[in-house]
Each structure stands twice: as C-alpha cells, then as structure tokens.
C-alpha cells in the first residue's frame, strides 16, 4: 500500500489463488464456479419472503421498533437502529411478522436510477421489531449462514442482478421477489459459507477502518480550509497589522484600516429570480437552481443545465452577468441552512430560478472576494439569523441578510485575499480529491473482494483462519 493513494497494489486479488478446480454452472453472469459447489435457486437459501407492516401511529400500548429501508447499512449490509421508527403493531400481527436475529431483509419498494431497488441486509438484533411494508423478512434456510447470504446478494446487486426483477410503478420500483428468487447461484456448504464470511469480515473492516481514516483527513481539511477563508476575510493576511475593535460581535478585531459597512452596500441589488415555463425551442433559457451551487468552491457550475423558457423582456432584466454573485433565498434544511452564496463566472445567456436572488456587485468591491467573504459568513451561521421558516421550506429574508456588518478592505487588498485564498485551497482541494480518489479505490476494490469470494472466483478458505 502506498503512503499517498492508500491503494493495496496493482492487482490486489492475485494474491489470491483460485479453487483447484471448476466447471460450468450453466448461470451466464455466474460463469464457471468450483467443482464442489451446487447451483440452486436463490430461494431454496430462505424459508420465505413475508412483506413487512406499517401498523398505526404510536399509541402508547403496542408500540414496536419498525425497520425502515432508511435503517438499511448499504455498506456494511445490515441493520442499523441508530434512530429507531416507532410504529403501534398488535400483538397476533406482531408475533407473525416479528423479527428475529439473522433474518435477511429485503427492499422491495423504493429505490431509483443512482440507487435501484433490491437491496439486502442482514438483522442481527434481538430488539422486538416488525419491518415496514416496503421491506419484506426473508428467514434463513438450514444449512445456510446469514452472513455470508449477505455478502451474496450484496455481489448480486452490484452486478445489477436484481434489477432484471424490477417493476416501474407510479415513480417508486418495486421488485418481483418471486422473480428475484429465482435467480440461480452457486452455493458452498455451510462451513465454507462461514470461512468465506469470517473472512470478508475481517478484510472489509480492514478496509472499512482505512476509508474512515482517509474521511476524517478529509474532514480536518475541509475544517483547515474554512479557518484559512475565515482568518483571511476577517483578519487579511499580515498578522502583524495594528487591529481595532469592529463593535460588531461576531467578528471582534479587525485590521485598524478596514472599514465596517453593511453587507447591503457592496451589491447593487438583490433581484429574485424567475422559473419561466417549460422549454418551447423559442426562449430557452439556461436557468440556475440551488442544484447548480457548488458549495465547495462558492461558484455556479453548469455541467447539466436546466432550460426553461424565459421570454425575451424579462430575459434581458433577469440575466445573469459574470462576475454576479447568487444568494439562495429558498430551500435548506437543519443540515443545510438556507443562505449559500456563489459566484456566477459563466458568459452564457442564463438567468436564476425563482429560489435564487441576483446580486450585483458594487464599484471598489472584487466578487470572488465576496464569495469568500459569503462563505466564512454561512460557516458562522451568521445567515441562520434571517431564516424564515415556511411551509417547509426555508425562506431567507435577504435584506436582513444584507444588514448584517462585515469588515471590508479597499479593493486592492481584496485582490490580494483572493489570490491567496485561490492558491492555498486550490492546494487543498488537490490534495482531497487525491485522497477521495484513493477512498473510491478502496470500496472498489471491496466490491470486487466480495464478488470474487461469494462466486467462487478466489479461494479464501486458508486466508479466513486469523
């Protein structure tokens, strides 16, 4: 493994040898399998598959933990109960569809195009819990182990197997279960299902325990990058400058020659933006969404642009100019508060939806400055003071916004922050995307682990001993 990249080496499962023996299984996606291994319906490794319940608000008297496809641990494949959905179940229905420790779970509705419906995870908790109606309980065969049927269909639904059983209905999938059962697979016996499971365990914590260690890197990078913006739009650049007291609580000292001003006065205007109506071919127009936000880098960025049709008055007021900096008026949530800002750095005909505003950057003030003065602002909540909220959803009440103060610079040394700030997080954004590069590498190659172990293709029996 190199120090930069966390990779395990070139072809890291050739340090794997294949069974001494196969033949074909006569599965197409499953190809030859080892000799001693039986082909068998995906079926014959459960007792059944009973759709799950929904039951009754909490009451008090019948309550019971519900699993919900949202407690669904796609990567390790099980169940988590971290924040546990309380539904009220009757007794006879509860001693029918209760839970018990070992049971397969399996999404039947739900799902999309990034994520299919069809998952599978495992329960290994002796809580009394019911499954909710898009899950259905699946009960492990004899002869069969739990963890390793896990791991199994965990291979089968990253080579998309299971959606060859997905039925379209009414924007939400569901899976034929029947059809998903029947898929053939090759199986060992049951102690070789528990050396092979025994086994990807350790190694998936393995590489599970190095993905979380290159996420916290990632994190105390991401922590660096706000403290490097924020120190710079607060402080500038020379810690060695005479400071005052800004009278303004949030922000303490300033540099002695900057002057506090309103938020409001170093933009023209803050303009809502419009939605128009659906495409024609006549008045297409770009329009930016929140959804184009880069919030990373404080900039819009159109990799798949929405078109509506803006007619050609109200094009020519809304349209956006470079240099223009984007106010999020509507949206967010607790996790994400409404109030981004970004800058608009495209020369293309665009205007910006109506959760948008446009704002024009005054004379003597740089708008990439800005974005970062913007952002040390949301990183301080500061834009959390004007949220309103409404009809669920978050409504920024812009000109209380623009009335917060903030320390400014004349225009010269605003240049001068942005171009460090540029230089340093551009070094940083280098180094996180080489570090999620490595991250991406890492659940690969854990994909392919499992594939390769639960079908056959490496011999892991001799490895699974500790």
């Known amino acids: 493994m190199t120090a930069e990249t966390g990779r395990l080496g070139p072809h890291p499962l050739q340090r794997f040898a294949p069974y ?3 033949r074909d299984s006569g599965v197409e996606w499953l ?6 291994w039986k082909v068998k319906r995906l079926g014959t490794t459960v007792t059944g598959c009973q759709n799950g319940v929904w039951g009754e608000e909490p009451d008090g008297l019948h309550d019971t933990i519900c699993v919900r496809v949202a407690d669904f641990d796609r990567t390790r494949f099980r169940v988590k109960l971290d924040t546990p959905t309380l539904r009220s179940i009757g007794p006879q229905l509860f001693r029918s569809r209760r839970l018990v420790h070992g049971d397969l779970l399996l999404e039947k509705s739900g799902g999309g195009d ?27 065969a004899d002869d069969h182990w739990p963890r390793y049927l896990a791991y199994l269909h965990a291979a089968l639904y990253a080579a998309k197997i299971n959606t060859r059983s997905i039925k379209q209905s009414t924007g939400i999938q569901n899976l034929d279960s029947s059809s998903y ?16 499971a025994d086994f990807l365990d350790r190694e998936t914590a393995r590489i599970d325990a190095l993905v979380a260690k290159k996420e916290r890197l990632i994190k105390l990078l991401q922590e660096k990058r706000t403290a490097l913006i924020t120190r710079a739009v607060t402080r500038g650049l020379d810690s060695n400058v005479p400071t005052k007291d800004s009278g303004v609580e949030w922000l303490g000292e300033i540099p002695a020659h900057w002057e506090v001003k309103r938020l409001g006065t170093t933009v023209t205007g803050c303009q809502n933006g419009v939605w128009g109506e659906e495409p024609d071919g006549r008045y297409d127009t770009i329009c930016v969404r929140v959804a184009d936000f880069d919030r990373t880098r404080f900039r819009v960025k159109l990799d798949t642009p929405t ?19 984007l106010l999020e008026k509507s949206g967010g949530g607790d996790k994400q508060p409404v109030g981004a800002v970004v800058l608009y750095q495209h020369d293309r005909p665009s205007v910006c939806s ?12 740089w708008p990439r400055y800005l974005a970062y003065l913007h952002a040390a602002l949301y990183a301080a909540k500061i834009n959390t003071r004007s949220i309103k909220q409404s009809t669920g959803i978050q409504n920024l009440d812009s000109s209380s916004y623009l009335n917060e103060l903030v320390g400014l610079p004349g225009l010269s040394e605003q240049r001068a922050i942005e171009d460090f700030l540029n230089r340093e997080t551009a070094g940083i954004d280098a180094l996180t995307a080489k570090i999620r590069e490595a991250i991406d590498y890492l659940n690969e190659f854990r994909t392919a682990l499992i594939s390769a172990a639960v079908t056959g293709r490496i011999d892991v029996r001799e490895a699974a001993s500790p």
């Open 20 to 22: 001494p023996e196969y």
């Open 31 to 36: 190809g030859d399998a080892p000799a001693h």
């Open 114 to 140: 990034k994520q299919p419906v069809g998952a599978v995870v495992l329960y290994q908790h002796d809580r009394p819990s019911v499954c909710s109606n898009f899950v259905a309980r699946m009960p492990v």
């Open 181 to 196: 059962l029947n898929e053939s697979v090759g199986l060992p016996g049951l102690s070789e299902q528990r050396a092979i």
């Open 307 to 325: 078109l509506r049709s803006v007619g050609p008055q109200l094009s020519r007021s809304r349209r956006l100019v470079h240099g223009d900096l």
């Open 354 to 365: 109506n959760f948008v505003a446009r704002m024009p950057v005054a004379d003597d003030h």
